[in-house]
Structures are given as structure tokens and as C-alpha cells.
């Protein structure tokens, strides 16, 4: 059977048009290099030795600027075609890389991390430029000048052209030696960015998820330990290239000086070489040797450059088949298509949960990741400035920051007067003042776009109130260490966000501090998810995709309950994390939401009718203000909207 072309062979087999002008313009460069040096020869022979006329001069110095010109447009030219030709390629490349993820985005998207896939269709696809646009040029001219040259030559002086053409090999044999180092190094480098990217990719994603169970810090070492492999994998192709120009410049300076030193001896003790001649070949030789040096440094390049584009063939050539694949075949439920990762970040996906006015509570995304990505005294996360309008009063460290949380009973919450606006003229919430006791279980009710999702977050502390402030047993939240308030709090959406790793990694995630494995297996088992970790050939120990990829939806609430229940936070945030769920799941959940919450303050945006009547209180809002505060019965008799809202949910749920 006829082997497959490899990926960059068959860029070039479409480029033949392209291949053979550069080929050409090669062979006149090697012409004007002879004929630049035969007149720079004879004029300076003339002009030294034979003392000639300046007129006698000009024509041979006419014809030499127009062999120099004529140089230079082949150099320019040449070069303009590799640019075109690598242009070309990485195009066509590109197209294929992307064609093959949206030919099949399920497989895709089970394969891999999508930071890494990012890096192969953009860095790694870039990184080839070089092996068009400067190792094929180099390469062809290699083809014809040199060899030009030493037939030129070995015509004029035969023993210079011997000594040329037994020096010349040591420059490909050094060429060969790093080159094929510098592929595998540049391999590894290109292994190292992908996982830089994925980690990075990860961290950005889960940056909320991350900040409130207080692992910014050490996703931050996660990073910095990734960059690190990075630079080192670059340092040491740095390395290899300049080892590499070292040695092929020492090559070629003692080749150069054994032919002139040959010459000499020819020339002033046997005087069997005319100067014109000896000084034609003495300029003819570094333009041999400077070739073949050239093509030393392309070839570097250009190894480096196939290195990178083997990372490209390997995604085209993929089938799709990865470990998270065997999570799901492992058991009959597991959900493979990847959910939209509506409230995933908590602040910045509560939009996508609850329909909103003209994206009002859209905005939420920009202020709340910035909130939460604001540097604390344990984190170094930066924020990027004027990203908040109030982030300084969250989690900027201050002097008075003194204060702890009690950490075995739920504190007191109190919204103190106050307001959040997304700006001037956009939605704004107005509460006023909002006090939650200890162990409380408070719904949040209201029609879509009302500001329940926003009103959450001002109790999570992840939005800062325009006016007014959240208090925590009285003290207001810049009162406590940010990561202090974090480690007190879980917050679970409709769809959490999980991590590239293990069960047992993502779960640890909620931990205070380290988790042992004891502690993962029954906060996992309190969850509900012993049974499905018993099934799994790995257990705790299995592999999980990007963003949960391999998990159900419901899998992925009851990983969120366990990272809660290891870390066994004295306040609960959920917007209803039970919403798009069969019953079972929902039933499992219930159970195990209910010995989460029996030691803690809950707060939960509720949509389902269950949920809002075995609330301790409700807040009911209305166009970002709160329209009513009571118990469910008393709701239904002296709020009419509410009452409405009851009538239809129960209709919708049939409940």
C-alpha cells in the first residue's frame, strides 16, 4: 500500500509551480556569485598589477553593479516566495487542523485539553513558517551553488577545489548531529507549551471555582511550574542553535584559511597561480562555504519547524479515542456531550441560567471574575486595572483585615442598604438591607431577569455593592482575610466546573487545606457518588475531562456536593443546582443537599416549587428590588405576583 505523504511533503507537492521558480532564481544566483566574483578579481588586478586606466575601468565596473543587482533580485525574490509559499502552507494546514476538530466536534472535544488544541492550531501551525520560508529556500539554493562553485573551481585550480570538497561535509555532518537533537528537543518544547497553555486555559475558566475554595494559590504554582518547563524546553533548543552556529563558523574559518593558506604557497613559492586567479578563488570560497552554512542554520530551523508540525499531523491523524472515553463506556448513564457552562463560574454564568432583561445581569461576567481574581495577602492573581469598579473594596488586603471566621457554626449574613448597578441607565438591584441568621435555609424567587443570580453573588461576596456593604457577624467583609471568607463558603451551580484530572483531584479542590484520601472517599460516598467510583476500573483515581467532559451533568452536581461536604463550609450557595435533572439524580441530590445543609446558613436561587416551600424564608424580588420577604404561606396571601408565580410554576411542574 502506498504510504500517506507526510503533512509538510504534501504542502510542498501542491507547491511545485513555487518549488521550481526558486530553483531557477538559485541557479542565477550562483551565476551573478561567479560573475561578481570574476570582475571584483579582474578589476582589482587591473587596477593593482597592470595599472590601468580609471576609463579602461568603467565598463567591468558597470557590469559588476549590474551582476550585484541582479544578486540582490534573486535574494529578494527568493525570499518573497518562501514568505508566499509558508503563507500558503500554514493556511492550508490550519484549514485541516479546524476541519478535522468541526468534522467530528464529540471526539474532539473528549481529546485533549482545549488549551493544548489552541496551541497546536495557532503556535504550533506558526512555528512551521520557518521550514517553508527559510529551510526550502535555503535548501535549493544549496542545490545549485555550491556545486556551481566548486566546479568553477576545481576548472581554474584544482587542488583548492580538492581541499573545498573535503572540508565542505563536516558542515552537514554537524548539521545532521544537532538537527536530529534539536527535532526531539523541539517536541518536548512544543509537549511543554501545550500543557502551559491547557493549565492556563483551566485556571482562567475555573478562576472563580478556583478563588472560592481559596486554591488560586496553588493553581498559581500549577502555572508558574508549567512556564517554567516552557522556557527550559526553549532555553535548551537555544542552546543547541548557538552550539550549532559556534561550530560550523569554526569549520568554516579553517577551511577558508587552509585554501589560503594552499594558494599562497601556489602563488609566492611555486608561482603556479597568476593573483587574478588566486584572488577569484579566494572569493569564491567563503560564498561556497557561506551557502552551506546557511542551509546549517535554515536546517535548524526548519527541524525545529517539523517538530511543530508533527504535533499538527498527530491531531489530523487522530481517531478521537482518550482515556475520558472510558469513563463514560464504564458505566450506562454517563452524558458525553459537553453542557454549556452556564453558571459554571459562578459570576460570570448566572445570565445563562435564568433568562435576563437585554442582558442586565450579562454584565455580571466581567465585574464578578474580576472581583474574584483580586489579589488577597495568600494570592498573587492580578487584576487587570479599572477591570472593577469595586474591587479594591473586596479584596484588596488592608491593615484592619484582622478578623476570623468562627469555623464551627455557620456567622451571621447581613446585606447592609444595598445596591449593584452594571452602569449608568443598565439594570440595577436594590435590597437594602437583607439579614440572613445562622443556619437559616433562604430561597430566592422571582420572574427571569428580576436579579436573583446578581443578588447571590452580593451575598458570596464576589460582587461589590455600589452602596452599602455585606457584613459577616456583624463586621463588614473587608473586615476578614478574602481566602478566610472563601474557605467558609461553597458555591454550586447548575453546572460546576471541572477540572482536567481525577476525581479525586477535582473533589480535593474543596478542601481547606490538604485532603486525605479517606476524606475524599467519604465526602465522595456522602455525595452520592461511591457507586459510580466503585465502577469506574480506577476509582477515585480516573481521569475526567476539561470541564467535566465524560461526566453526566448529574456526576458533575454530586462532585460539587463532594468538594462541599470535604470542606464542610458554614454557608451554602446554590442556584438550583437541581434545575434539568431526572428525578433520581434530583432525589440523590436532594438527600445529600440536606446533611450538607443541616450545620450551615443555605441560600439557593430556587425555580422549582419543592425547593421554595421547604425554605426557612423567602425573597421574592421584582424588577432588582425585593417585593416581599416571608414564609411560603404567608407570601401566598399578601403577595399577589408571588401568588401568580406559584400558580404558574405549579401548573409547569405539576406539582
Known amino acids: 500500500m502506498k504510504r500517506k505523504p507526510r503533512l509538510w511533503s504534501a504542502q510542498l507537492a501542491a507547491a511545485r509551480p513555487s518549488l521550481l521558480l526558486l530553483g531557477l532564481l538559485a541557479l542565477v544566483l550562483g551565476a551573478a556569485i561567479v560573475g561578481q566574483s570574476a570582475l571584483i578579481a579582474a578589476i582589482v588586478d587591473q587596477a593593482f598589477l597592470e595599472r ?50 468541526a468534522r467530528d466536534p464529540m471526539a474532539a472535544s473528549l481529546r485533549g485539553e482545549t488549551g493544548a488544541k489552541v496551541s497546536v492550531v495557532m503556535d504550533a501551525v506558526d512555528e512551521g513558517d520557518s521550514y517553508y520560508s527559510q529551510y526550502i529556500p535555503r535548501m535549493l539554493e544549496t542545490a545549485f551553488v555550491p556545486p556551481l562553485l566548486l566546479i568553477v573551481v576545481f576548472a581554474v585550480h584544482w587542488p583548492s577545489g580538492l581541499i573545498m570538497l573535503l572540508t565542505a561535509p563536516f558542515i552537514p555532518i554537524f548539521m545532521i548531529l544537532v538537527g536530529l537533537r534539536t527535532k526531539r528537543k523541539s517536541e518536548e518544547k512544543f509537549e511543554e507549551l501545550a500543557a502551559f497553555s491547557g493549565a492556563f486555559l483551566g485556571a482562567l475558566q475555573g478562576l472563580t471555582t478556583l478563588k472560592l475554595y481559596g486554591k488560586a494559590e496553588r493553581q498559581e504554582q500549577e502555572i508558574e511550574r508549567s512556564s517554567n518547563g516552557f522556557r527550559e524546553a526553549t532555553m535548551s533548543i537555544l542552546r543547541i542553535a548557538f552550539t550549532n552556529t559556534l561550530m560550523m563558523e569554526l569549520v568554516v574559518m579553517l577551511s577558508i584559511g587552509v585554501v589560503a593558506l594552499e594558494l599562497a604557497f601556489r602563488m609566492l613559492i611555486q608561482q603556479s597561480v597568476s593573483f587574478e586567479a588566486a584572488f577569484f578563488i579566494l572569493l569564491l570560497a567563503p560564498e561556497f562555504y557561506s551557502a552551506i552554512k546557511n542551509l546549517g542554520t535554515a536546517f535548524h530551523s526548519g527541524r525545529t519547524s517539523l517538530g511543530a508540525l508533527k504535533k499538527v499531523e498527530e491531531l489530523l491523524e487522530a481517531d478521537g479515542r482518550g482515556a475520558v472515553e472510558s469513563v463514560a463506556s464504564s458505566r450506562r448513564d454517563a452524558a458525553m456531550a459537553p453542557r454549556p457552562d452556564d453558571t459554571a463560574q459562578g459570576a460570570n454564568r448566572g445570565a445563562a441560567v435564568e433568562p435576563v432583561q437585554d442582558s442586565a445581569e450579562l454584565g455580571t461576567a466581567a465585574n464578578a471574575v474580576s472581583a474574584v481574581a483580586a489579589p488577597s495577602a495568600a494570592d498573587k492573581l492580578t487584576v487587570p486595572q479599572g477591570a472593577n469598579r469595586g474591587a479594591d473594596a473586596v479584596a484588596k488586603p488592608s491593615a484592619s483585615r484582622k478578623l476570623t471566621l468562627p469555623q464551627d457554626a455557620p456567622p451571621t449574613l447581613e446585606l447592609y442598604e444595598a445596591r449593584y448597578a452594571y452602569g449608568p441607565g443598565a439594570f440595577a438591584l436594590d435590597v437594602g438591607t437583607v439579614r440572613i441568621a445562622p443556619g437559616e435555609h433562604v430561597a430566592i424567587v422571582g420572574p427571569s431577569g428580576a436579579g436573583k443570580t446578581t443578588l447571590l453573588h452580593l451575598f458570596a461576596g464576589l460582587l461589590p455593592p455600589d452602596r452599602g456593604e455585606l457584613r459577616i457577624d456583624g463586621h463588614p467583609l473587608v473586615a476578614y482575610e478574602a481566602d478566610a471568607w472563601y474557605r467558609r463558603i461553597s458555591y454550586i451551580t447548575q453546572h460546576p466546573y471541572v477540572f482536567t484530572g481525577t476525581i479525586a483531584d477535582n473533589i480535593a479542590i474543596g478542601a481547606r487545606g490538604e485532603a486525605s484520601r479517606a476524606a475524599i472517599r467519604r465526602a465522595a460516598e456522602a455525595a452520592g457518588l461511591g457507586t459510580l467510583v466503585d465502577e469506574l476500573p ?75 416551600r421547604a425554605a426557612d424564608r423567602i425573597l421574592y424580588l421584582e424588577e432588582g428590588r425585593l417585593a416581599g420577604s416571608g414564609r411560603h404561606e404567608e407570601l401566598l396571601r399578601t403577595l399577589p405576583s408571588y401568588a401568580e408565580m406559584v400558580r404558574l410554576q405549579a401548573g409547569g411542574d405539576g406539582a
Open 52 to 101: 590601468a586606466q580609471p576609463a579602461a575601468l568603467l565598463a567591468p565596473l558597470g557590469t559588476l553593479l549590474a551582476v550585484i543587482a541582479v544578486r540582490v533580485l534573486c535574494l529578494y525574490g527568493s525570499g518573497r516566495i518562501g514568505l508566499t509559499l509558508a503563507a500558503r502552507a500554514k493556511t492550508a494546514i490550519r484549514q485541516a487542523a479546524i476541519r478535522k476538530l
Open 538 to 612: 480506577q476509582g477515585l483515581d480516573t481521569a475526567v475531562g476539561e470541564s467535566g467532559r465524560g461526566l453526566s451533568g448529574g456526576e458533575r452536581q454530586r462532585l460539587a456536593l463532594a468538594r462541599a461536604f470535604v470542606n464542610r463550609p458554614g454557608v451554602l450557595l446554590f442556584d438550583e443546582p437541581t434545575a434539568s435533572l431526572d428525578l433520581h439524580t434530583e432525589q440523590v441530590l436532594q438527600r445529600a443537599i440536606a446533611e450538607l445543609s443541616a450545620r450551615a446558613t443555605m441560600i439557593t436561587v430556587a425555580h422549582r416549587l419543592h425547593t421554595i
